[in-house]
T-cell receptor, first 114, second 109 residues
Protein backbone atom coordinates (compact mmCIF):
# COMPACT_ATOMS: atom_id res chain seq x y z
CA UNK A 1 0.00 0.00 0.00
CA UNK A 2 1.59 3.22 -1.21
CA UNK A 3 -0.55 5.49 0.97
CA UNK A 4 -2.07 7.18 -2.08
CA UNK A 5 -5.80 6.63 -2.41
CA UNK A 6 -7.98 6.95 -5.46
CA UNK A 7 -11.73 6.72 -5.92
CA UNK A 8 -13.61 5.21 -7.54
CA UNK A 9 -11.81 1.99 -8.45
CA UNK A 10 -14.00 1.38 -11.45
CA UNK A 11 -16.19 3.66 -13.52
CA UNK A 12 -18.43 2.78 -16.44
CA UNK A 13 -20.07 5.57 -18.36
CA UNK A 14 -21.30 6.55 -21.80
CA UNK A 15 -19.81 8.70 -24.53
CA UNK A 16 -20.47 12.39 -24.07
CA UNK A 17 -20.65 12.15 -20.29
CA UNK A 18 -18.47 13.79 -17.67
CA UNK A 19 -16.72 12.09 -14.74
CA UNK A 20 -14.58 13.14 -11.80
CA UNK A 21 -11.72 11.06 -10.46
CA UNK A 22 -10.44 11.72 -6.97
CA UNK A 23 -6.99 11.31 -5.45
CA UNK A 24 -5.62 11.79 -1.94
CA UNK A 25 -1.84 11.96 -1.71
CA UNK A 26 0.30 10.43 1.02
CA UNK A 27 0.34 12.39 4.22
CA UNK A 28 2.76 15.28 3.88
CA UNK A 29 3.25 15.00 0.10
CA UNK A 30 2.57 18.29 -1.65
CA UNK A 31 2.82 17.11 -5.27
CA UNK A 32 0.16 15.20 -7.16
CA UNK A 33 0.64 13.80 -10.65
CA UNK A 34 -2.00 12.38 -12.98
CA UNK A 35 -1.28 9.71 -15.60
CA UNK A 36 -3.29 7.89 -18.23
CA UNK A 37 -2.42 4.33 -19.21
CA UNK A 38 -4.13 2.74 -22.19
CA UNK A 39 -3.66 -0.88 -23.27
CA UNK A 40 -1.22 -0.13 -26.05
CA UNK A 41 0.43 2.88 -24.49
CA UNK A 42 2.80 3.45 -21.62
CA UNK A 43 2.10 5.76 -18.75
CA UNK A 44 1.25 9.13 -20.25
CA UNK A 45 1.80 12.10 -17.98
CA UNK A 46 -1.18 14.43 -17.89
CA UNK A 47 -0.60 17.13 -15.29
CA UNK A 48 1.16 17.93 -12.01
CA UNK A 49 0.05 20.07 -9.09
CA UNK A 50 2.21 21.27 -6.24
CA UNK A 51 0.62 22.69 -3.11
CA UNK A 52 -2.48 23.79 -4.99
CA UNK A 53 -0.78 25.25 -8.03
CA UNK A 54 -0.36 23.75 -11.47
CA UNK A 55 3.34 22.99 -11.97
CA UNK A 56 3.66 21.02 -15.19
CA UNK A 57 1.41 19.98 -18.03
CA UNK A 58 1.82 16.99 -20.29
CA UNK A 59 -0.38 15.63 -23.06
CA UNK A 60 -3.63 16.58 -21.41
CA UNK A 61 -6.61 17.13 -23.67
CA UNK A 62 -8.61 20.33 -23.43
CA UNK A 63 -11.63 18.21 -22.44
CA UNK A 64 -9.70 17.23 -19.29
CA UNK A 65 -9.00 19.46 -16.34
CA UNK A 66 -7.69 19.05 -12.84
CA UNK A 67 -7.30 20.91 -9.61
CA UNK A 68 -5.72 20.48 -6.21
CA UNK A 69 -7.58 21.64 -3.15
CA UNK A 70 -6.26 23.24 0.08
CA UNK A 71 -6.33 19.85 1.83
CA UNK A 72 -4.07 18.64 -1.04
CA UNK A 73 -6.48 16.13 -2.50
CA UNK A 74 -6.86 16.41 -6.26
CA UNK A 75 -9.59 15.82 -8.79
CA UNK A 76 -9.30 15.03 -12.48
CA UNK A 77 -12.35 15.99 -14.53
CA UNK A 78 -12.94 14.29 -17.86
CA UNK A 79 -15.71 15.68 -20.05
CA UNK A 80 -17.32 14.93 -23.42
CA UNK A 81 -15.99 11.43 -23.01
CA UNK A 82 -15.03 9.38 -26.04
CA UNK A 83 -14.45 5.66 -26.45
CA UNK A 84 -10.72 6.29 -26.63
CA UNK A 85 -10.70 7.74 -23.13
CA UNK A 86 -11.17 4.26 -21.72
CA UNK A 87 -8.01 3.65 -19.72
CA UNK A 88 -6.47 3.30 -16.30
CA UNK A 89 -5.96 6.66 -14.63
CA UNK A 90 -3.31 6.82 -11.95
CA UNK A 91 -2.38 9.54 -9.59
CA UNK A 92 0.91 9.67 -7.77
CA UNK A 93 2.34 11.80 -5.00
CA UNK A 94 5.99 12.37 -4.43
CA UNK A 95 8.54 12.66 -1.68
CA UNK A 96 11.81 14.53 -2.09
CA UNK A 97 14.99 13.27 -0.48
CA UNK A 98 18.05 15.29 -1.45
CA UNK A 99 18.01 15.38 -5.25
CA UNK A 100 15.73 12.37 -5.56
CA UNK A 101 12.01 12.87 -6.01
CA UNK A 102 10.24 9.50 -5.94
CA UNK A 103 6.66 9.10 -7.07
CA UNK A 104 4.33 6.68 -5.30
CA UNK A 105 1.27 5.60 -7.20
CA UNK A 106 -2.30 5.08 -6.15
CA UNK A 107 -4.23 1.95 -7.16
CA UNK A 108 -5.79 3.66 -10.15
CA UNK A 109 -9.28 4.22 -11.51
CA UNK A 110 -10.32 2.01 -14.40
CA UNK A 111 -12.57 4.00 -16.72
CA UNK A 112 -14.66 2.30 -19.36
CA UNK A 113 -16.53 4.48 -21.82
CA UNK A 114 -19.29 2.68 -23.74
CA UNK B 1 12.24 15.85 -26.49
CA UNK B 2 12.93 12.60 -24.74
CA UNK B 3 12.97 9.08 -26.09
CA UNK B 4 13.09 5.93 -23.99
CA UNK B 5 13.43 2.45 -25.49
CA UNK B 6 12.93 -0.91 -23.82
CA UNK B 7 12.25 -4.37 -25.25
CA UNK B 8 8.54 -5.06 -25.40
CA UNK B 9 8.61 -8.58 -24.00
CA UNK B 10 11.02 -11.02 -22.39
CA UNK B 11 10.71 -14.55 -21.09
CA UNK B 12 12.95 -16.17 -18.47
CA UNK B 13 13.01 -19.31 -16.37
CA UNK B 14 12.31 -19.51 -12.67
CA UNK B 15 15.54 -19.34 -10.69
CA UNK B 16 17.47 -17.73 -13.54
CA UNK B 17 18.86 -14.20 -14.01
CA UNK B 18 17.38 -11.72 -16.47
CA UNK B 19 18.63 -8.31 -17.61
CA UNK B 20 16.16 -5.73 -18.89
CA UNK B 21 17.77 -2.94 -20.88
CA UNK B 22 16.70 0.66 -21.27
CA UNK B 23 18.23 3.29 -23.55
CA UNK B 24 17.29 6.92 -23.47
CA UNK B 25 17.96 10.19 -25.25
CA UNK B 26 17.37 13.27 -23.20
CA UNK B 27 18.88 16.61 -22.32
CA UNK B 28 19.66 17.68 -18.78
CA UNK B 29 19.51 14.18 -17.30
CA UNK B 30 18.67 14.17 -13.59
CA UNK B 31 18.03 10.54 -12.82
CA UNK B 32 16.54 7.23 -13.90
CA UNK B 33 13.90 5.16 -12.15
CA UNK B 34 12.75 1.57 -12.49
CA UNK B 35 9.21 0.63 -11.54
CA UNK B 36 7.47 -2.73 -11.42
CA UNK B 37 3.86 -2.99 -12.51
CA UNK B 38 1.71 -6.10 -12.24
CA UNK B 39 -1.17 -6.25 -14.69
CA UNK B 40 -3.97 -3.89 -13.70
CA UNK B 41 -2.12 -2.64 -10.65
CA UNK B 42 -0.18 0.48 -9.72
CA UNK B 43 3.51 0.86 -10.58
CA UNK B 44 5.72 0.34 -7.54
CA UNK B 45 9.13 1.93 -7.08
CA UNK B 46 12.13 -0.37 -7.46
CA UNK B 47 15.25 1.74 -7.86
CA UNK B 48 16.77 5.10 -8.65
CA UNK B 49 20.11 5.83 -10.32
CA UNK B 50 21.65 9.24 -10.73
CA UNK B 51 25.37 8.36 -10.81
CA UNK B 52 27.10 5.81 -13.02
CA UNK B 53 27.40 2.34 -11.64
CA UNK B 54 25.47 -0.46 -10.06
CA UNK B 55 22.93 -0.11 -7.25
CA UNK B 56 22.07 -3.38 -5.56
CA UNK B 57 18.91 -4.01 -3.58
CA UNK B 58 18.30 -7.63 -2.70
CA UNK B 59 17.50 -9.68 -5.78
CA UNK B 60 17.24 -6.55 -7.92
CA UNK B 61 20.10 -4.39 -9.16
CA UNK B 62 20.08 -1.40 -11.48
CA UNK B 63 22.96 -0.06 -13.54
CA UNK B 64 23.45 3.31 -15.18
CA UNK B 65 25.87 4.67 -17.76
CA UNK B 66 25.10 8.34 -18.36
CA UNK B 67 27.62 8.69 -21.20
CA UNK B 68 25.92 5.88 -23.10
CA UNK B 69 22.35 6.82 -22.18
CA UNK B 70 21.90 3.26 -20.96
CA UNK B 71 20.53 1.47 -17.94
CA UNK B 72 19.61 -2.07 -17.08
CA UNK B 73 17.62 -3.79 -14.38
CA UNK B 74 19.00 -7.14 -13.26
CA UNK B 75 16.71 -9.62 -11.57
CA UNK B 76 18.32 -12.63 -9.90
CA UNK B 77 16.82 -15.88 -8.63
CA UNK B 78 13.68 -15.24 -10.60
CA UNK B 79 10.38 -16.13 -9.00
CA UNK B 80 6.98 -16.57 -10.62
CA UNK B 81 5.76 -13.44 -8.83
CA UNK B 82 8.36 -11.41 -10.78
CA UNK B 83 6.17 -11.78 -13.87
CA UNK B 84 5.20 -8.16 -14.46
CA UNK B 85 5.98 -5.14 -16.58
CA UNK B 86 9.13 -3.22 -15.76
CA UNK B 87 9.06 0.48 -16.55
CA UNK B 88 12.12 2.63 -17.11
CA UNK B 89 11.54 6.34 -16.45
CA UNK B 90 13.82 9.33 -16.85
CA UNK B 91 13.70 12.73 -15.19
CA UNK B 92 15.46 15.61 -16.86
CA UNK B 93 15.54 19.32 -16.31
CA UNK B 94 12.39 20.52 -14.63
CA UNK B 95 10.12 18.12 -16.47
CA UNK B 96 8.33 15.33 -14.63
CA UNK B 97 9.10 11.68 -15.18
CA UNK B 98 8.90 10.33 -18.71
CA UNK B 99 8.15 6.62 -18.83
CA UNK B 100 9.13 4.06 -21.40
CA UNK B 101 6.42 1.71 -22.64
CA UNK B 102 7.66 -1.02 -20.33
CA UNK B 103 9.02 -4.52 -20.74
CA UNK B 104 6.59 -7.35 -20.04
CA UNK B 105 8.51 -10.16 -18.31
CA UNK B 106 7.11 -13.66 -18.18
CA UNK B 107 8.72 -16.09 -15.75
CA UNK B 108 8.16 -19.72 -16.68
CA UNK B 109 8.75 -22.90 -14.69
Amino acid sequence: DSGVTQTPKHLITATGQRVTLRCSPRSGDLSVYWYQQSLDQGLQFLIQYYNGEERAKGNILERFSAQQFPDLHSELNLSSLELGDSALYFCASSVVSGRQETQYFGPGTRLLVL
Amino acid sequence: GQNIDQPTEMTATEGAIVQINCTYQTSGFNGLFWYQQHAGEAPTFLSYNVLDGLEEKGRFSSFLSRSKGYSYLLLKELQMKDSASYLCAVVSGNTPLVFGKGTRLSVIA
